[in-house]
């Protein structure tokens, strides 16, 4: 069973930092995409950012237009690790934020994978 556990939430001020981790167990890290996902109160979850990898080329990543420049996805094989690296926060980036695994399905990656979230608060 693949479980995902994400870490490193809590209060900061605005401006500040916070890295969050996702450390992924019970199954193999050979899968292809890795997410990060946020939902503020009353507000649909929305994708913040994503890494996809291949045997063929370069790690790629996705950043939703709101956390360009400010967030950093990365990973680590050797520990079976996402990192979502967040800097200049701001009170609008306050939400529960999520990680997940994706496969490809059918031709197109799916998320079937899903911690249970950290709750980032950022205060002004």
């Known amino acids: 069973q693949v479980q995902l556990v994400e870490s490193g939430g809590g209060l900061v001020q605005a401006g500040g930092s916070l890295r969050l981790s996702c450390a992924v167990s019970?199954?193999?890290?050979?899968?292809?995409?890795m997410g990060w996902f946020r939902q503020a109160p009353g507000k649909e979850r929305e994708i913040v950012a994503r890494?996809?990898?291949?045997?063929?080329?370069?790690?790629?990543?996705y950043y939703a237009d709101s956390v360009k420049g400010r967030f950093t996805i990365s990973r680590d094989n050797a520990k079976n690790t996402v990192y979502l690296q967040m800097n200049s926060l701001k009170p609008e980036d306050t939400a529960v934020y999520y990680c997940?695994?994706?496969?490809?399905?059918?031709?197109?990656?799916?998320?079937?994978?899903w911690g249970k979230g950290t709750q980032v608060t950022v205060s002004s």
């Open positions: 890494i996809t990898w291949s045997i063929s080329w370069a790690p790629t990543t």
């Open positions: 997940a695994r994706a496969i490809i399905k059918g031709g197109a990656y799916e998320y079937d994978y």
């Open positions: 019970g199954g193999t890290f050979s899968w292809s995409r």
